[in-house]
């Protein structure tokens, strides 16, 4: 029994070292957590820089199968804007607006970028003219002044024409 005792008693300086180890691993928990915030932090922090504001002079635009992202563009009357296009499919597309005189030729995997400048208020439309790319759903607005996107409504033309008619 007595020994039994004595083993125990020198068993405490053990439990007294295995709390410090459980400390440290708390801490080190702790650091972790608060790394893992902070991370969290600066890419929540990103987030909003992504987003395109109309302000914006540059606008990056992915020439795909069938679409072009994004497919609507916003930009003030008068306001310069470049515009750069990468086609990210094996096939020749190109990124012409008509009304602007904006016609770029993109190769498989090509990158083109074209500066402008929109005079006028209106919605444009761009689109891509390899026959039956725009059909396929190559086109989106260029919406420049105070816009009414297509994306807003189900029927953009008729909505279109009667707000301008009242
Ligand atoms: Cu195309």
Request: proline share 7%; net charge negative; charged share 25%.
């Amino acid at each position: 029994m007595m020994r039994t005792k004595n083993k125990i008693v020198s068993q405490k300086p053990l439990e007294e070292v295995f709390p410090i180890n459980i400390n440290n691993f708390v801490w080190q928990y702790l650091l972790i957590v608060a790394l893992v915030l902070m991370l969290a932090g600066f890419i929540t922090g990103c987030e909003p820089e992504e987003a395109v504001p109309p302000e914006e002079t540059e606008v990056n635009v992915t020439a795909g199968e069938g679409y072009f992202d994004p497919d609507v563009i916003t930009i003030d009357q008068g306001q310069e804007l470049t515009v750069v296009v990468e086609n990210v499919t094996e096939e020749d597309h190109t990124f012409t607006i008509d009304e602007l005189d904006v016609d770029v030729s993109l190769a498989p995997g090509a990158q083109e970028e074209v500066t402008f400048t929109a005079a006028e208020e209106g919605s444009f439309e761009f689109y891509c003219d390899e026959p039956g790319h725009r059909d396929a759903g190559m086109y989106g607005y260029l919406e420049v002044g105070d816009p009414v996107a297509p994306d807003d409504n189900d029927e953009p033309y008729d909505d279109d024409d009667n707000n301008g008619v009242y």
